[in-house]
């Protein structure tokens, strides 16, 4: 084996290297290195920055080859195994990636930067209690990690520590007042404890967020930021997910009475059920529309112009309304004895929050309600190929998912359910601003709409929240569902 220590013709090559590094000069770094692995096979120090650069240039299978070699030649360099763990990490291998990134906290306890990604790795796994010691440790040794004070904010809102998440992301924007993640995730904390105005205020900083989640471009008109709107035509961009988009479109009539003309843009699974809302003139899946429009506004902006508290919500029960004739036919369809109960028990795939929120539970887990007398359960949840639907749940069940098409269709199923069980998802929106009783299971550490303890919500008049009390623990709240069902009869 080669000298891992460098000699000083080499250093003054590697720092030659550094230099190209800095620069982002990586082709002429890799070619500089491939070099010197040829006067120098196997040295630690020319394979770890190649690494590094062949990661840079997306060549992972040869960067964790020479990583790999770094780490064999010269086992005690913390700062190898840190970034081999970070690339076992990308590459989705966790437990070797944990194994380095332990490894490196153990060869450098004063490395902050490895007491982060280590923190960083559990929180991934959602690992919480072992990824909040890990940002102390790195922010006491590194106070101005920006990063550290944001995951560590993200994991005290996931144990509903949420004036605390609320200090750490402020410190956070204290150190960089311009990172639009930090402001965003002050604004869901602020909003979770009902701070409404200043939320709604932080909340438009996710427009500066890398990728917005806005479905269509905004148009080249004025946005809206209260101008009177009579005799005017104002454009709703839709935004988020489906279930923001169903929650905010409830504002429609409150402009309408205002004297606008309402037009409304949203993904094309929405437009059918929107289309009845009282106060909505078009609703379409494009921003192509035959009319002049005088301005625009994004749809969750619009709590911050009409000045929206949890006092102010517009709440009219059964906002939206399903289509008559499906109604009808589903009326006839699921005529007979027993309550009707819908089941929802799973969201998207790989939501964003899933990690630190975990919503979803299993089928089996709402079992109990099975045990209940003169219950029908009805499935409504929709198939996807990465959550096949159980063939055997061990109750009887019936899956209406071939039937829910799109959430016109959903509401009209919905309409005829005498009750909806459902998880944090679209379809707990759904049925609240259809007016249906809908029961909603929250995770530990909700959403920001849902608050942090109460058994009822400002945005829907007919929901009841069933609250974990322990992480990833759906036996209490679905008990206390059970239990509730049971009073009902």
């Known amino acids: 084996m080669s000298e891992t220590s460098p000699t000083q013709e080499l250093r003054a090559a590697l720092a030659e290297v550094a230099g190209l590094i800095d620069q982002q000069r990586w082709h002429e770094a890799k070619t500089r290195l491939l070099a010197l692995k040829q006067q120098h096979p196997g040295h630690p120090h020319v394979l770890h920055l190649l690494g590094v650069v062949r990661q840079e240039l997306g060549d992972r299978l040869g960067a964790l080859e020479a990583l790999s070699q770094a780490v064999t030649a010269a086992p005690d360099q913390a700062g190898f195994q840190l970034d081999l763990g970070l690339l076992l990490k990308k590459k989705g291998a966790r437990l070797p990636a944990l194994e380095r990134l332990q490894e490196a ?3 450098d306890p004063d490395h902050a930067n490895a007491h982060f990604h280590l923190g960083d790795l559990w929180m991934d796994q959602g690992e919480v209690e072992k ?14 990690l920006v990063a550290a004070h944001i995951n560590l904010g993200l994991c ?10 609320l200090a750490s992301f402020q410190e956070a924007i204290r150190l960089q007042p311009d990172h639009a993640q930090a402001h965003v995730n002050l604004a869901m904390a602020q909003l979770m404890l009902e701070h409404y105005p200043e939320g709604w205020q932080e909340y438009e900083w996710r427009f500066k967020l890398d990728q917005a989640s806005l479905p269509f471009p ?7 930021q209260g101008e009177p709107l009579s005799g005017k035509t104002l454009l709703l961009l839709g935004e988020q997910g489906f279930g923001d988009m169903i929650q905010f479109i409830r504002f429609v009539p409150s402009l309408a009475a205002l004297g606008a003309r309402v037009l409304v843009a949203v993904p094309t699974p929405l437009v059918t059920l929107f289309r009845p809302l009282p106060g909505l003139a078009v609703v379409q899946d494009h921003l192509n529309f035959s009319e002049p429009v005088h301005y625009y506004i994004p749809l969750l902006s619009l709590p911050l112009v009409l000045g929206t508290t949890p006092q102010t919500i517009p709440t009219p029960e059964g906002y939206l309304t399903p ?29 964003a929050n899933d990690p630190l929120r975990r919503r979803s539970c299993t089928l089996r887990d709402l ?16 198939e996807h190929p990465d959550q096949p639907i159980p063939e055997d749940p061990g109750f009887p069940i019936h899956s209406l998912a071939p039937h829910l098409t799109d959430f016109a269709a959903t509401a009209a199923i919905m309409s005829q359910m005498d009750r909806i069980i459902t998880i944090d998802t679209a379809a707990a929106h759904l049925a609240g601003a259809l007016g249906r009783p809908v029961w909603t299971l929250l995770p530990r550490a909700p959403d920001w709409r849902w608050g942090q ?6 945005w829907y008049t007919t929901m009841r929240l069933f ?14 569902m059970v239990q509730a069902m049971e009073h009902d009869a």
């Open 105 to 107: 906290v153990r060869l």
């Open 131 to 144: 990824a909040i010691p890990c940002f102390h440790k790195a922010l006491a040794l590194k106070p101005e």
């Open 156 to 165: 005290q809102k996931s144990q509903n520590q949420t004036a605390a998440a």
């Open 218 to 224: 905004p148009p080249p008109l004025p946005r809206w």
């Open 323 to 351: 289509e008559a004739e499906p109604v009808a036919l589903w009326r006839t369809r699921l005529a007979g004895e027993g309550r009707k109960v819908g089941l929802i028990w799973s969201g998207k795939p790989l939501h």
């Open 367 to 382: 079992a109990p309600l099975a045990r209940l007398p003169g219950i029908r359960l009805f499935g409504l949840q929709k």
């Open 453 to 458: 303890h109460l058994p009822t919500t400002p």
């Open 467 to 480: 609250r974990q009390t322990v992480t990833n623990g759906w036996e209490e709240p679905i008990h206390a």
